[in-house]
């Protein structure tokens, strides 16, 4: 099934001589893992979780500093953001959102566009809307409000903020503190975010 759908990509030089690159990194990655590396792997709930967890395995990382010495830096990001988007319940696709909000896919969009929603646009698959912004209500309270004042950041640093202890709230989470209607201190923790020492 793999090679079917590799083999589908051959009309595209590009897709072909990156599906080359990243087999032969597998192969070499897969020659380096040791068996409880590869057990580990395996389990991951995805495929992309299963090769992360397998990159981030200390034989795979050895090999990486060796080619490029930020890779594991690089890594790292990487992981840092897939643990965010999927902390608090995980992410929505645009259609299981219109379905919670009960609107069509194009007003979800719509507010989207406007800032009333936060999404991590995923080329090629859509945005992944965070599922924690939601309440059977509709929408958390405060959440455009606070959206407006980080406008100035894109999308993954507003969902680090949401959910990443803020010095300003006293290393609570913001998102704990919106939960509980408190607007108006996540709304002066989100105008610091970002300078210098405020968090």
């Given amino acids: ?89 995980g992410a929505l696709g645009s259609t299981a959102v219109a379905e919670l909000l009960g609107i069509s896919r194009q007003a979800v969009d719509k507010r989207r566009r406007s800032g009333h929603l936060l999404a991590i646009d995923r080329p090629r698959h859509g945005y992944a809307y965070p599922a924690w912004q939601f309440t059977e209500g509709g929408v958390l309270t405060g959440l455009g409000a606070c959206l407006d004042a980080l406008r100035d950041h894109d999308a993954w640093m507003q969902l680090s903020f949401f959910l990443t202890p803020a010095g300003a709230l006293g290393d609570e989470v913001p998102l704990a503190a919106l939960r509980r209607g408190e607007v108006e201190r996540v709304l002066r923790a989100a105008a610091l975010y970002g300078e210098h020492g405020a968090g």
């Fill in 1 to 89: 099934m793999l090679v079917k759908e590799i083999a589908e990509h051959r009309g595209d030089a590009l897709q072909t001589a990156f599906a080359t690159r990243a087999l032969r990194a597998v192969a070499n990655l897969i020659a380096d893992l040791e068996q409880s590396a590869l057990r580990s792997a395996v389990s991951a709930p995805s495929d992309l979780g299963a090769l992360l967890q397998a990159i981030g395995s200390e034989g795979a990382l050895d090999r990486m500093r060796q080619a490029d010495p930020l890779a594991a830096a690089r890594l790292r990001g990487v992981q840092a953001r897939l643990r965010l988007l999927e902390m608090e319940g």
